[in-house]
């Protein structure tokens, strides 16, 4: 394919060391030649540099011959580079103004132009490089926020699951070819052995695509994290939880009931796995518009959690809104949280336990920082049941990939369903086309360009 030639800083901006600015193109070692002076003056120009070597020198305004930066130069030729292109990375000093400069006498060249957000990555798909895939995950080792998350996503780029989907299109592949070749040589008739070939292959498609959705949710849950509400009545100790949790006082904490007016969000990370926790007011009547406001708000918080941790005192007897709440929360995953247990016994703990299960109760305090680690512990068990080390770590995690899946199981099963009431055979090529397509647009065989572009603008600049 032809391109043009494109930059783009690569790097935050803001102050640091170095900046990065990336061209890649047909055009970019020239452009970048132009613009460079060699300190070793044996290196005539920068075309002449072999491939994946590093040059020191300046960039120099071309028309006043200004010294506008100290740099070193990589040279990477295509096809062994990120976009598969010619590609240079300028290192200029950080900050915005040596690098914006930089950057400004390159965009002043003919044939350079600013890449748009995630088109560096784009070309490396489209010059087929990376599949679509690998490219999400690109984007995902970006954003991840965890050590696991960015493991997965590391994992994803390499192209792991993209060979576990090309497996599942082989599978499929195979029935197709089976049924093009009865479809064109009828008189080889061999009935009852194809349906029975089309169901086993059919089926153990299925049985491929049904492990990848069972990983689908962990995968959600690594990547945006487990929105965990901490809720309770008020002066329970809430806020202390997050702050204990977060080794932040970043919520306020008081003796004073109602404290916590706004939802209050940290991220966390317990055992590798991200927990967005939100600190909500305490939850009570009351006649207090603004806590009023504030019990809303905990109440939506409530509703959209992943994991609700209830929060309730040692040094008090039941209230009945925790009677109340408990019952309404308790098919949700919950864990209660017994704090305050350097005080004083007033809670009925066999009252407690006859309301929840009580594998599901942990007692804390947060003054005394005791049973953190059984809390972290518990929330750890509850979303993997604590055998997420062992795992290979191929999560599906995108919804674009889950919806894709499940289309492609659909389309087997009517194959299997049209297959049992005798339906003929080039409907049910259709059906198993249909499959083999969603699973190519999962890689990007089949993906249309308004999909493509849809995808690369969540990048960012200069990736
Ligand atoms: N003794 C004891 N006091 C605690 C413990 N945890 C919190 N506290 C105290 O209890 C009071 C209330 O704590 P917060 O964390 O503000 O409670 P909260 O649930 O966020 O309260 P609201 O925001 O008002 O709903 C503070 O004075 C804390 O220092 C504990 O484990 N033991
Ligand atoms: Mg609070």
């Known amino acids: 394919m032809d391109f043009d030639t494109i930059a783009a800083i690569s790097t935050a901006l803001g102050e640091g060391g170095i900046a990065i600015i990336r061209i890649s193109g047909p055009k970019a ?48 030729r295509g096809p062994k580079s990120f976009t598969a292109e010619d590609v240079v990375e300028i290192n200029t000093h950080g900050g915005i103004i040596a690098v914006k400069q930089v950057m400004d006498v390159i965009l002043e060249m003919d044939d350079v132009r600013i890449a748009e957000p995630g088109e560096f990555t784009k070309r490396a798909f489209l010059n087929g490089r990376i599949d679509l895939m690998q490219a999400e995950a690109v984007i995902d080792v970006i954003r991840s926020r965890s050590d696991r998350a ?43 052995l194809t349906a029975q070939f089309i169901k086993d292959q059919c089926q153990s498609a299925i049985v491929e695509i049904e492990k990848l959705l069972k990983t689908a949710n962990e995968g959600k849950i690594l990547r945006e994290g487990i929105v965990t509400a901490i809720v309770g009545r008020p002066n329970v100790g809430k806020s202390s939880m997050l702050n204990t949790l977060a080794q932040d006082e970043k919520a306020i904490v008081t003796d004073i009931p109602g404290t916590t007016r706004d939802v209050i969000e940290q991220v966390v990370t317990i ?51 925790d009677k109340i709440l408990l019952q309404e929360l308790i098919d949700r995953p919950l864990i209660v949280i017994v704090n305050k247990t350097d005080l004083q016994q007033q809670l009925d703990m066999a009252e407690l336990q006859s309301l929840v299960d009580k594998n599901m109760v942990v007692q804390t305090s947060m003054i005394a920082d005791e049973g953190i680690d059984q809390l972290e512990q518990k929330i750890s068990e509850l979303f993997f049941d604590g055998q997420l ?26 194959a299997i369903e049209a297959t049992d009431v005798g339906i003929p055979i080039d409907i049910i090529q259709i059906d198993a086309r249909m499959a083999w397509e969603a699973l190519g647009e999962i890689l990007g065989d089949q993906a249309g360009d308004s999909l493509i572009d849809q995808i690369f603008t969540q990048f960012c600049l200069g990736k």
């Open 271 to 321: 055992n590798g796995i991200p927990l967005r926790l939100l600190d909500t007011a305490g939850i009570r009547e009351t006649s207090d518009l603004v806590e009023k406001i504030g019990v809303e708000r905990s109440k939506d918080a409530l509703k959209d959690a992943d994991l609700i941790l209830y929060v309730i005192n040692y040094n008090e007897s039941l209230h009945d809104e």
């Open 389 to 414: 080390e062992s795992d290979d770590l191929t999560y599906i995690s995108n919804v674009r990939h889950i919806s894709l899946l499940k289309k492609a199981r659909q389309a087997l099963y009517d």
């Open 150 to 192: 960015f493991s997965i996503a590391q994992k994803q780029s390499e192209g792991v699951l993209s060979r576990k989907i090309a497996a599942l299109r082989q599978t499929v592949i195979e029935l197709l070819a089976h049924i093009e070749v009865n479809i064109d040589y009828p008189e080889h008739d061999v009935e009852e």
């Open 29 to 76: 070692i020239r452009a970048a030649d132009h613009l460079f002076k060699a300190k070793n003056k044996s290196l005539q120009s920068l075309e002449e540099a072999p491939s994946h070597t590093i040059h020191y020198g300046h960039i120099v305004e071309p028309k006043t011959d200004r010294i506008i930066d100290e740099v070193l130069v990589s040279v990477m």
